[in-house]
Antibody
Framework: EVRLVESGGDLVQPGRSLRLSCAAS????????MHWVRQAPGKGLEWVSC????????VYADSVKGRFTISRDDAKNSLFLHVSSLRAEDTALYYC???????????????WGQGTQVTVSS | DIQMTQSPSSLSASVGDRVTITCQASQDIKNYLNWYQQKPGKAPKLLIS???NLETGVPSRFSGSGSGTDFTFTISSLQPEDIATYYCQQYDNLPFTFGPGTKLDIK
């Protein structure tokens, strides 16, 4: 059974940083691209970032480019999102999601974690 | 960016009703369109991929159709457990974008 478990969310002040983690199990992690998707309170879904299976393709939404960094550790079956220069509008539940194949463009999100909450407030 | 619109934004229907949600893309996305169901407090669940491909384990009352810019999601006979918000999502081009959602409840 595929399982994705996010952690690392917190209440932080504007301008600060966090590292979000996603522990994966139940599938061959290094065969798949992995994504982050976020959802602001009471709002819809926003795709944030993707890293391909071999780390050669990394893409970001314009809203986070230059501030967020996606990475993965295949030895630990883990996905990360380093979020920096946080703004109030980054407040959201951050989900990790398994992609449909090894490339980012196969963005069928078959499996999701339960999310980790990031709240940016002074 | 490709803009996705959905209608209606909310919908109230009775058990057993046929329910239809439409999704429109701002440009041709071929069939690179997914539909998700999100129940309150839960993560989204992929129901349909590639516009019309029903995911394994998803009840056959759910279906999808369309290509290009216009897509339709249908529940043939609404069940109480179908109460949720439904999102379409395109993956023809980066950034991947979602529709604003359709909130479905029981009349």
């Amino acid at each position: 059974e595929v399982r994705l478990v996010e952690s690392g969310g917190d209440l932080v002040q504007p301008g600060r940083s966090l590292r979000l983690s996603c522990a994966a199990s139940g599938f061959t992690f290094d065969d798949f691209a992995m994504h982050w998707v976020r959802q602001a309170p009471g709002k819809g879904l926003e795709w944030v970032s993707c890293i391909s299976w071999n780390k050669n393709n990394i893409v970001y939404a314009d809203s986070v480019k230059g501030r967020f960094t996606i990475s993965r550790d295949d030895a630990k079956n883990s996905l990360f999102l380093h979020v920096s220069s946080l703004r109030a509008e980054d407040t959201a539940l951050y989900y990790c999601a398994k992609g449909g194949s090894h490339v980012c463009l196969s963005a069928r999100f078959h499996n999701w974690g339960q999310g980790t909450q990031v709240t940016v407030s002074s | 960016d490709i803009q996705m619109t959905q209608s209606p934004s909310s919908l109230s229907a009775s058990v057993g009703d046929r329910v239809t949600i439409t999704c429109q893309a701002s440009q041709d996305i071929k069939n690179y369109l997914n539909w998700y169901q999100q129940k309150p407090g839960k993560a989204p669940k992929l129901l349909i991929s590639d516009a019309s491909n029903l995911e394994t384990g998803v009840p056959s009352r759910f279906s999808g159709s369309g290509s290009g810019t216009d897509f339709t999601f249908t529940i043939s006979s609404l069940q109480p457990e179908d109460i949720a918000t439904y999102y379409c999502q395109q993956y023809d081009n980066l950034p991947f974008t979602f529709g604003p959602g359709t909130k479905l409840d029981i009349k």
